[in-house]
C-alpha cells in the first residue's frame, strides 16, 4: 500500500496545479449558482480529468513503463487520480454548501 501511495503521488505531482485550476473554476461556478451549477461544474472536472489523461497518453507514455514495472496498471492509476479527485470535489462542494445555506 505504502509503494501504491508513493507512485500515486509521483503519477499526479505534474498535475496538481492543473488540478487545483479546475477545482477553483468549478468552486466559481457553484459559489455563482449554487447547486443547480454542479451540473456545469461536473463537466469542467471531467474536461480536467481529460486534459490530464491525454497530456499523460501523448505526452509521458514512455513513464508507464516505470509504473508496469513497479506492478501497477496505468489504469488502475489513472481511476485512482480520478475517484480521488472527484471524491474531494464534491466533499469540498458539500461543505461549502452546507456552510453557505446555514449562514443564509
Not at 487545483?20 to 459559489?31: H, K, M, N, S
Not at 449558482?33 to 497530456?55: D, H, T
Request: positive net charge; hydrophobic residues 60%; charged residues 10%.
Amino acid at each position: 500500500m505504502q509503494n501504491l501511495l508513493r507512485l500515486f503521488i509521483h503519477f499526479t505531482k505534474p498535475f496538481w496545479l492543473y488540478h487545483f485550476i479546475f477545482t477553483v473554476l468549478g468552486f466559481y461556478i457553484i459559489a455563482g449558482g449554487g447547486l443547480v451549477a454542479l451540473i456545469l461544474a461536473l463537466p469542467l472536472k471531467l474536461a480536467g480529468y481529460l486534459g490530464m489523461f491525454a497530456y499523460q497518453t501523448f505526452f509521458a507514455s514512455q513513464e508507464f513503463f516505470y509504473y508496469r514495472n513497479a506492478g501497477v496498471t496505468i489504469r488502475s492509476l489513472f481511476m485512482l487520480t480520478f475517484a480521488i479527485d472527484m471524491l474531494l470535489f464534491i466533499t469540498a462542494v458539500t461543505i461549502y454548501l452546507s456552510l453557505k445555506s446555514s449562514h443564509a
